[in-house]
């Protein structure tokens, strides 16, 4: 059997050294010759609070840091530099100590065409601006005569043949124009036309009636010799004049029925139809020309913002040149790389774009860098309690708090070991103690649960199958078969098969013991 295998065996905590140091006369007893049987150490089983901790190795770093970098889009050089180890001051910051100041003579140079070339284009956006203004006018003029003549257009028709029909008839054009006059909505000028013309029809209709009726009477009167004949033949040429009058006005109204009513409504259609016509033909002139200046203005603005842009940026890389303290914090200068041989920044080195010139880590708030194995991750959650301690500092403790997990294993873990997959795990520590450094090893401890009112034993009195199957022994080598949970560096909960009080031993049999018992 082999022993239930610790959480982190490399890096126990002082709490496993004890228990070893414990263990340590029991082995040291057994290889020695068995004069007597020495004494098993034992462990009598505890009931109560067990801290779930993991514990990893890192470096201390700035929780929070920034990179000095060259935010000029062009590559300059140095001309002041503040020198690496410096510190930076909350009072520094205060008052704007300049960190970096980097040559800006060619770009002050560009200054005077930047504003030359912005007031060019003020000047073309001004007059982009005031044309679409006219253009908008001279669409509104047009547009407006256009409307009106389709409104006078279709006052002729209601005029002609009144509203209601008007309506009726004025997106559609009848195919039997004559018909119109015998519709009942029939109004206006045709519907007056008709009425005097029914009135002619009328009036010369009576006239014909009491003419034949006064020829009649007279030649009675004349049969009776009453009247001459003269007067007989004036009544009957009255009667025939009345009778040309009655088929003058029929005539009439014929006419008007066929040609002149269907003419007028002829030309006040097609008067209608052209204004709307043109109309339409105004407003697509008019959408195009306004395209085209709202065009104009659009290219005209893109330019003035170009020329305003690159007049700012032009500004604002100037500004950029003087670099000054922004937050506290102690400088460092980075490291060239390897195939560079640059050696350090230092005056009149050149700078490229977004390049960093040194980086700024306020060391009032460090961190703990730790990566933990893939076995322990689940295990850590952001918000956990944690106690750090440093190398640098023996026998002081401070208290963390876990404020960031990795999603992924760190990459570098798995180039040099592809079978090693670790994460990356910040522990920020709470205390501010000038004595905390960059790059400083420090070992956290991760209080990741903590059980309550649980049976727990020693890690090592627990001895564990090829099957998994877990055991402990009693003082009189018993072998109790057990369940156990979860564990710190030093005790292992136990959920069934010991009784609260019950002795084990410390640590179990060894299987050359158990060889030897069970050899004859």
Same mark, same amino acid.
């Given at each position: 059997?082999?022993?239930?295998?610790?959480?982190?065996?490399?890096?126990?905590?002082?709490?496993?050294?004890?228990?070893?140091?414990?263990?340590?006369?029991?082995?040291?007893?057994?290889?020695?010759?068995?004069?007597?049987?020495?004494?098993?150490?034992?462990?009598?089983?505890?009931?109560?609070?067990?801290?779930?901790?993991?514990?990893?190795?890192?470096?201390?770093?700035?929780?929070?840091?920034?990179?000095?970098?060259?935010?000029?889009?062009?590559?300059?050089?140095?001309?002041?530099?503040?020198?690496?180890?410096?510190?930076?001051?909350?009072?520094?910051?205060?008052?704007?100590?300049?960190?970096?100041?980097?040559?800006?003579?060619?770009?002050?140079?560009?200054?005077?065409?930047?504003?030359?070339?912005?007031?060019?284009?003020?000047?073309?956006?001004?007059?982009?601006?005031?044309? *679409?203004?006219?253009?908008?006018?001279?669409?509104?003029?047009?547009?407006?005569?256009?409307?009106?003549?389709?409104?006078?257009?279709?006052?002729?028709?209601?005029?002609?043949?009144?509203?209601?029909?008007?309506?009726?008839?004025?997106?559609?054009?009848?195919?039997?124009?004559?018909?119109?006059?015998?519709?009942?909505?029939?109004?206006?000028?045709?519907?007056?036309?008709?009425?005097?013309?029914?009135?002619?029809?009328?009036?010369?209709?009576?006239?014909?009636?009491?003419?034949?009726?006064?020829?009649?009477?007279?030649?009675?009167?004349?049969?009776?010799?009453?009247?001459?004949?003269?007067?007989?033949?004036?009544?009957?040429?009255?009667?025939?004049?009345?009778?040309?009058?009655?088929?003058?006005?029929?005539?009439?109204?014929?006419?008007?029925?066929?040609?002149?009513?269907?003419?007028?409504?002829?030309?006040?259609?097609?008067?209608?139809?052209?204004?709307?016509?043109?109309?339409?033909?105004?407003?697509?002139?008019?959408?195009?020309?306004?395209?085209?200046?709202?065009?104009?203005?659009?290219?005209?603005?893109?330019?003035?913002?170009?020329?305003?842009?690159?007049?700012?940026?032009?500004?604002?890389?100037?500004?950029?040149?003087?670099?000054?303290?922004?937050?506290?914090?102690?400088?460092?200068?980075?490291?060239?790389?390897?195939?560079?041989?640059?050696?350090?920044?230092?005056?009149?080195?050149?700078?490229?774009?977004?390049?960093?010139?040194?980086?700024?880590?306020?060391?009032?708030?460090?961190?703990?860098?730790?990566?933990?194995?893939?076995?322990?991750?689940?295990?850590?959650?952001?918000?956990?309690?944690?106690?750090?301690?440093?190398?640098?500092?023996?026998?002081?403790?401070?208290?963390?708090?876990?404020?960031?997990?990795?999603?992924?294993?760190?990459?570098?873990?798995?180039?040099?070991?592809?079978? *090693?997959?670790?994460?990356?795990?910040?522990?920020?520590?709470?205390?501010?103690?000038?004595?905390?450094?960059?790059?400083?090893?420090?070992?956290?401890?991760?209080?990741?649960?903590?059980?309550?009112?649980? *049976?727990?034993?020693?890690?090592?009195?627990?001895?564990?199958?090829?099957?998994?199957?877990?055991?402990?022994?009693?003082?009189?080598?018993?072998?109790?078969?057990?369940?156990?949970?979860?564990?710190?560096?030093?005790?292992?909960?136990?959920?069934?098969?010991?009784?609260?009080?019950?002795?084990?031993?410390?640590?179990?049999?060894?299987?050359?013991?158990?060889?030897?018992?069970?050899?004859?």
């Amino acid at each position: 059997m082999s022993h239930l295998p610790t959480s982190n065996p490399e890096k126990r905590g002082a709490r496993t050294a004890l228990c070893a140091a414990v263990v340590l006369p029991a082995l040291l007893c057994a290889c020695g010759p068995r004069v007597a049987e020495a004494p098993e150490e034992t462990f009598q089983v505890k009931r109560g609070t067990l801290d779930v901790t993991v514990v990893a190795s890192g470096s201390l770093e700035a929780a929070d840091s920034i990179d000095i970098n060259s935010e000029v889009d062009q590559n300059l050089k140095i001309l002041e530099i503040v020198e690496e180890g410096t510190l930076i001051t909350p009072e520094d910051v205060e008052k704007g100590r300049i960190l970096v100041k980097l040559d800006s003579t060619n770009l002050e140079e560009q200054l005077y065409q930047r504003e030359s070339e912005l007031e060019s284009a003020r000047a073309s956006l001004t007059e982009a601006s005031e044309g *679409l203004a006219i253009q908008k006018s001279e669409n509104e003029s047009s547009i407006r005569a256009a409307e009106l003549n389709v409104t006078y257009a279709r006052n002729d028709l209601r005029k002609l043949v009144g509203d209601t029909l008007a309506g009726e008839v004025i997106d559609h054009s009848p195919e039997n124009i004559g018909q119109l006059l015998d519709h009942a909505d029939l109004g206006g000028q045709s519907r007056q036309d008709l009425r005097n013309y029914g009135n002619e029809i009328e009036i010369a209709r009576i006239k014909v009636n009491r003419a034949r009726e006064k020829v009649d009477y007279t030649r009675k009167l004349y049969e009776r010799q009453f009247v001459s004949k003269n007067e007989l033949e004036t009544d009957e040429l009255d009667l025939r004049t009345q009778e040309n009058g009655l088929q003058s006005a029929e005539a009439k109204l014929e006419i008007f029925r066929r040609y002149d009513f269907v003419k007028d409504f002829q030309k006040t259609w097609a008067t209608l139809l052209e204004a709307q016509e043109k109309l339409a033909r105004e407003q697509a002139v008019a959408r195009s020309r306004l395209a085209q200046a709202e065009a104009k203005l659009r290219s005209r603005e893109s330019e003035f913002d170009r020329s305003k842009q690159r007049l700012s940026q032009l500004k604002d890389n100037i500004g950029k040149c003087t670099i000054q303290a922004r937050q506290p914090g102690l400088v460092v200068y980075p490291a060239s790389p390897p195939w560079q041989n640059t050696g350090p920044l230092r005056e009149g080195s050149e700078i490229r774009p977004r390049q960093t010139i040194f980086k700024l880590p306020d060391l009032s708030h460090m961190m703990v860098v730790v990566k933990i194995h893939e076995a322990q991750i689940d295990a850590v959650s952001v918000g956990q309690k944690a106690t750090v301690s440093v190398e640098a500092l023996p026998g002081r403790a401070f208290t963390g708090e876990v404020t960031k997990k990795a999603v992924m294993p760190s990459g570098q873990s798995r180039w040099l070991n592809p079978e *090693l997959k670790e994460f990356e795990v910040n522990i920020r520590i709470a205390e501010e103690d000038t004595a905390l450094r960059p790059g400083i090893t420090a070992t956290v401890e991760i209080l990741a649960e903590r059980l309550e009112n649980v *049976l727990h034993v020693p890690i090592q009195s627990v001895a564990t199958d090829e099957k998994g199957r877990h055991t402990v022994y009693r003082n009189d080598g018993t072998a109790v078969p057990v369940t156990v949970g979860k564990r710190n560096q030093v005790f292992v909960a136990v959920a069934e098969g010991l009784s609260e009080g019950e002795a084990i031993r410390l640590t179990p049999p060894s299987r050359a013991a158990e060889t030897h018992e069970e050899s004859p």
